[in-house]
């Protein structure tokens, strides 16, 4: 959560350089991201939405753990009840604007779009033209699914077409985008937030407390 600014709203790009400089990780550090989104009930979301981030400022070699520090443990992997502290490092992004959706791309009707939140989300508004697929649906065990079971949810799309993924805030969209890249689809991550904040106040749809829900996650 250092990263953000508020719920679904990164800090600016040196910012957030600065802040994995501190913690001792340069752009040309090999880096395993994990963890789990445990108020979303477990799952990788926490980890596949800093991978999102990290590719976005152009770190080429990052990659995401297969299963949670649990499943490490169980396969005999070390562990440790303590975190590792790294002499600071100078860390130079190189923004990567193709890993995000703006709201013009998402408007102009040149791409696939996917709502990743719950069907009873979807149910009370949702970006015009999209296609409910939960992130739930990716997941096996708080796993990213198998190849065979990703090509089965993603045969309604057409893999020549870009694809757009949203959530309320991105982060639990970031399983359904990441599982995209994982399977060779030209995908892009994007907010519902963002959506509603371009809409005339008149025509915002709303959620059923009466105002757009900015902490989802």
Request: charge should be negative; glycine fraction near 10%.
């Given at each position: ?27 040309e550090?090999s880096?395993?991201?994990?963890g789990?989104?445990l ?6 979301s926490?980890?596949?939405y800093?991978y ?18 649990e ?13 590792e ?11 990567n ?25 979807f ?35 057409n893999?020549n ?13 970031s ?43």
């Amino acid at each position: 959560m250092e990263f953000f600014l508020q719920p679904g709203i990164l800090k600016q790009a040196d910012e957030v350089a600065s802040i994995l400089g501190e913690a001792g990780i340069s752009r040309e550090d090999s880096v395993v991201i994990y963890g789990e989104c445990l108020p979303c009930g477990g799952g990788p979301s926490v980890a596949t939405y800093v991978y999102w981030m990290m590719k976005s400022l152009g770190h080429e070699k990052a990659k995401v753990l297969d299963g949670t520090a649990e499943d490490w443990a169980t396969a005999g992997g070390a562990t440790s009840g303590s975190a590792e502290v790294l002499p600071r490092k100078e860390y130079i992004p190189l923004v990567n604007s193709n890993y995000t959706a703006t709201f013009d791309l998402v408007k102009s009707g040149q791409v696939q779009i996917i709502d990743a939140r719950t069907p009873p989300e979807f149910a009370m508004g949702t970006i015009p033209g999209s296609i409910s697929m939960p992130y739930e649906s990716v997941l096996a065990d708080k796993k990213i699914t198998g190849e065979d079971r990703l090509d089965m949810v993603f045969m309604v799309l057409n893999k020549n077409q870009p694809v757009v993924v949203f959530t309320n805030t991105g982060m639990k969209g970031s399983v359904v985008w990441f599982a995209l890249e994982m399977m060779g689809y030209d995908a892009r991550l994007y907010s519902y937030q963002d959506w509603m904040a371009n809409q005339q106040p008149d025509l915002r749809e709303v959620d059923g407390s009466g105002g757009l829900n900015e902490t989802a996650i």
